[in-house]
């Protein structure tokens, strides 16, 4: 459960006047104006801001599990309003707004922000599911800035080197592009909502793929300069919420990895690895050297018979650009009796570092008898009407149920060599079948991910061995017992795309 803060409204005054000796760290840019000036942060201009002036969007997805700690949280924020004012705020789910999938990409939904809340708010406020808030001490740092002002207000992350999750932007320098850890909270104020509405009105977004929203988000309020940098609020943390870090801070975590009870079982989850010839020497032994050994049930699924490994040949090509062919004849394979029945599957790639002792504690959290699609969400032309998949790199997790729903829709590869990961995302969005995220999955190495962002985690995977070596960032980051974070080594590696 998320504490119960119950604030009085003499603190919420008290925090007001003590806030105007709080120094900010003002992120700005060389924009072609300078839209905050230096005395617009003064208190007596926004004395007044009340909760009403608020809303609350919480990042929530569809699945059970998610919409349960979402209620938790809507359920913390409104019990604190009630011992703050008489008036709560709006406290909205942001997968529960319309139809459309693609609504976690938040900039589709800002034309609609600014018509429904343009004329009596000032702040959108957005909360991931596991984000603890002190609500009193929020408002008192929301009411430090001018609401009439644009404001785009977060705890800054930035990229030591340019990364390929960023598609290499700011090569020249990574450091100086700011944008927020969505684990902090980070706001909006409406001014800036109206303006980014009007501009997506008069140019539509492009149709294009989501990777990293939080920095995605950034570069779209950035504007090529001509828009808003991030402006730096020490008080939206990371800090686990018991740290003695974390009496200043205005929002807080509960733990680095959701807690649900007893993990599933060894034989609950089959692992296939999909791999090929080419690879037998090179990356399956590093699966043997690091994680192996922590699967009951697991699988090489290759183009070639192994008997030294050994690797199942599924009877499909192997292919440069993409294995949807391969992918569902693993999915057909596991669905028809011919390996044991299980409740979860996982498909990785040979050059997956995985640690399955953590996955099977967050399984523990999901409901098998639900068609559950799990791991690292991208999307794919989100704004007008595309859809979301998981990546594969970093693991796809399926539920038997989930599986078996998807075989039987007759969903299928266009061609052997389609993108597996993104084929699955247009069938299960066929399905009505939502996919489900957890940052804890990754796509890349953990060099191409900002620091502070990783320092908060209790990570699942990771993906590629590019100019590392792999055994050695397993033990650091994903062995049990292993530290959450590790040093960063300089990324020397092509410039690839993903």
Request: include cysteine.
């Amino acid at each position: 459960m998320l504490p119960n803060n119950c604030n009085t409204g003499p603190r919420v005054a008290r925090y007001l006047i003590l806030l105007s000796f709080f120094h900010y760290d003002l992120v700005t840019g060389s924009s072609k104006k300078d839209l905050q000036s230096d005395d617009a942060m003064n208190v007596a201009s926004n004395s007044q801001l009340d909760l009403r002036q608020i809303v609350f969007v919480i990042q929530s997805q569809s699945n059970s599990f998610h919409v349960q700690r979402a209620e938790r949280l809507r359920a913390s924020l409104l019990q604190q309003a009630t011992d703050l004012t008489e008036n709560p705020p709006v406290v909205l789910f942001l997968h529960s707004l319309s139809d459309n999938e693609g609504d976690w990409s938040l900039l589709p939904m800002l034309p609609h922000f600014s018509k429904t809340f343009g004329k009596n708010s000032s702040w959108l406020v957005f909360l991931e599911e596991d984000t603890n808030v002190k609500v009193g001490e929020l408002l008192g740092v929301l009411a430090k800035f001018d609401g009439t002002k644009e404001w785009f207000l977060g705890k800054p992350l930035h990229d030591e080197e340019s990364t390929i999750i960023h598609h290499y932007a700011f090569a020249e320098n990574p450091p100086q592009f700011k944008y927020p850890d969505f684990s902090a909270g980070w706001a909006l104020s409406l001014p800036l909502v109206r303006r980014l509405a009007d501009r997506i009105r008069d140019e539509p977004l492009k149709s294009d793929f989501t990777i990293d929203l939080k920095h995605e988000v950034a570069l779209y309020i950035w504007n090529q300069g001509q828009g808003l940098r991030l402006t730096a609020v020490p008080e939206l943390c990371t800090e686990l919420q018991d740290s003695p870090r974390a009496p200043h801070c205005a929002t807080t975590l509960s733990a680095p990895a959701p807690a649900c009870g007893e993990a599933v079982g060894k034989e609950d989850v089959f692992v296939a690895v999909k791999t090929c010839q080419k690879f037998h020497t090179e990356r399956v032994p590093v699966v043997k050297e690091t994680w192996e050994q922590e699967a009951s049930l697991l699988e090489y699924y290759s183009d070639y018979a192994d008997p030294s490994i050994p690797t199942i040949n599924l009877g499909v090509p192997n292919t440069e650009r993409g294995h949807c062919g391969k992918t569902f004849a693993i999915l057909k394979q596991f669905a028809s009796g011919a390996v044991p029945e299980t409740k979860w599957l996982i498909i990785v790639d040979d050059d997956t570092l995985i640690s399955l002792p953590r996955l099977r504690a967050l399984l523990g959290c999901y409901d098998a008898s639900e068609p559950v699609c799990l791991g690292e969400r991208y999307g794919y032309g989100l704004s007008q009407g595309g859809y979301s998949y998981i990546t594969g790199g970093g693991g796809m997790v399926f539920s038997r149920e989930a599986v078996l729903q998807l075989l039987q829709s007759g969903c299928k590869c266009y061609s052997d060599d389609a993108p597996d990961d993104m084929v699955l995302g247009m069938c299960f969005n066929a399905l009505g079948l939502a996919v489900t995220h957890s940052p804890l999955f990754h796509q890349a190495r953990p060099e191409d991910y900002a620091r502070d962002y990783l320092s908060h985690q209790v990570p699942i995977s990771f993906h590629k061995h590019w100019n590392i070596d792999p055994v050695a960032v397993f033990n650091s980051w994903l062995r049990e017992g292993a530290p959450t974070t590790a040093p960063h080594q300089p990324d020397k590696t092509p410039k690839t795309e993903l």
